[in-house]
Each structure stands twice: as C-alpha cells, then as structure tokens.
C-alpha cells in the first residue's frame, strides 16, 4: 500500500479517534478552569488549612507523572472504594476526564495565581474604599484583569492538555492514538499512521493558536483604545 491508499484507508477512523480526543479535552477542561479558580482562591486565602489544602494538591499534581495519575484514577481509585465494600467502575473516558480535570486544573491554579498577583495592589484598595467586600473586589475588579493577564498562558495549558489526551489511550480509550494503535497492529503500517495522526494534532493546535493570537490581539487593541481614552 502506498502513502495515499494507506492515508484513505485509517483517515476515518483517526478522524473518529480526534472527535474523542476534543470531546475529552473540551470536558477535562470545563472542570479545570471550576478546579482551578477554587485552587488558586484557597492558595490566596488566609485561613490557613485552605491554603495547605491547595498546596498540597498542587504539589502532588505537579510532582507526579500525568501517566501514573491516570493508572492511579482508573485503576487504584476503584479498587480503594471495593476495599470499603463500594462497587465503583469508571468508564476510560470518564477516568481520563477526571485525570486531565485534576492535572490540567493545578497548573491553572498557578496560572490564575500570577494573574491575580500581577494586579496592582491598589486595584483592590480602591474597590474596598468604594464599599466593596473583599469578595466584590476580587469578583467584580481584580478577577477581570486577572483573567486577561492569564488568557495567554491559559491558552498555552489547553494545547498542553490536548497533547496530554494521548496518554489517555493506555486505559483503551478510543481516542486518536488508540485508534492508531489498533489500525497499526493490523496493518503494521506505522510510518505512515503516526505521520497522519502527526497532522492530526499538528492542524487543531495550529487552529487553537490562530484563535489565541486573535485573542490576545483584541485584547491589546481593546487596552491602547481604553488607555488613550
């Protein structure tokens, strides 16, 4: 088989695997911004077991291989819960959505912590003066600007995340590189899969890209316009 007739043949069923890959990205990545605007706030807080809480998970998250969190959730976490006499069974989408969810989510905490570290002090002076709650502040005047400061860096940890969905495939999810995998072991046709999966992730990365640089660009063009006004 040829590189075009071998190309026609798995592009179907890698095109297949991608939609799981974005559907597992899209659904890890809900729950991470959730996971890690709370780990960012309880990092910030002054109550002292909140702030060893997020650390801890933060640093466990970070200190560890995204592979073995992922054989820890789906295959340790069920058999933890069978100890206690709970029957407990993930799906591998679902195990892998929750692994990405809880890694993706600690270095979106970080991300979030710098945004709002990276505020000027005085931002939050100034809305206490007016009569805001520290809460208000944070909600209505720091987190904004905040996130804006972080969008980059955000964006940068979803491509991340969309590579990292490959490490998903060694618990049989049907994604991309599971679906790869299959087709080369039966057609031992690897050269030619791995480039086309290659292409895969090469042309959504370079969509999410284009959509950051958009992004970031609006958001520059929006701070001259407010700053010459």
Same mark, same amino acid.
């Given at each position: 088989?040829?590189?075009?007739?071998?190309?026609?043949?798995?592009?179907?069923?890698?095109?297949?695997?991608?939609?799981?890959?974005?559907?597992?990205?899209?659904?890890?990545?809900?729950?991470?911004?959730?996971?890690?605007?709370?780990?960012?706030?309880?990092?910030?807080?002054?109550?002292?077991?909140?702030?060893?809480?997020?650390?801890?998970?933060?640093?466990?998250?970070?200190?560890?291989?995204?592979?073995?969190?992922?054989?820890?959730?789906?295959?340790?976490?069920?058999?933890?819960?069978?100890?206690?006499?709970?029957?407990?069974?993930?799906?591998?989408?679902?195990?892998?959505?929750?692994?990405?969810?809880?890694?993706?989510?600690?270095?979106?905490?970080?991300?979030?912590?710098?945004?709002?570290?990276?505020?000027?002090?005085?931002?939050?002076?100034? *809305?206490?003066? $007016?009569? &805001? +709650?520290?809460?208000? %502040?944070?909600?209505?005047?720091? /987190?904004?600007?905040?996130? #804006?400061? @972080?969008?980059?860096?955000?964006?940068?940890?979803?491509?991340?995340?969309?590579?990292?969905?490959?490490?998903?495939?060694?618990?049989?999810?049907?994604?991309?590189?599971?679906?790869?995998?299959?087709?080369?072991?039966?057609?031992?046709?690897?050269?030619?899969?791995?480039?086309?999966?290659?292409?895969?992730?090469? *042309?959504?990365? $370079?969509? &999410? +890209?284009?959509?950051? %640089?958009?992004?970031?660009?609006? /958001?520059?063009?929006?701070? #001259?316009? @407010?700053?010459?006004?």
């Amino acid at each position: 088989m040829n590189f075009i007739n071998i190309t026609k043949d798995v592009f179907p069923l890698l095109l297949r695997g991608m939609f799981v890959t974005i559907e597992l990205t899209i659904s890890a990545l809900f729950f991470a911004v959730i996971l890690g605007l709370a780990a960012c706030f309880a990092h910030l807080s002054k109550r002292k077991v909140f702030n060893l809480l997020a650390k801890g998970y933060i640093g466990v998250i970070r200190g560890t291989p995204l592979l073995v969190q992922t054989f820890f959730v789906y295959f340790g976490v069920p058999q933890l819960f069978q100890s206690f006499g709970v029957d407990v069974r993930l799906t591998a989408f679902l195990a892998g959505t929750i692994t990405l969810s809880l890694n993706a989510g600690a270095y979106m905490a970080e991300i979030f912590r710098g945004g709002v570290q990276a505020v000027d002090h005085g931002q939050m002076e100034a *809305a206490r003066s $007016l009569g &805001l +709650s520290y809460g208000q %502040a944070m909600r209505r005047v720091v /987190l904004p600007q905040a996130l #804006r400061i @972080s969008i980059p860096s955000l964006m940068n940890q979803f491509i991340i995340s969309l590579k990292d969905t490959s490490i998903i495939s060694v618990i049989s999810l049907a994604d991309i590189c599971y679906e790869a995998k299959i087709y080369i072991g039966r057609t031992m046709q690897s050269f030619v899969t791995w480039s086309v999966v290659g292409l895969f992730y090469l *042309a959504v990365i $370079l969509v &999410l +890209s284009h959509v950051s %640089a958009r992004i970031e660009k609006r /958001l520059s063009i929006s701070d #001259r316009k @407010s700053h010459s006004s």
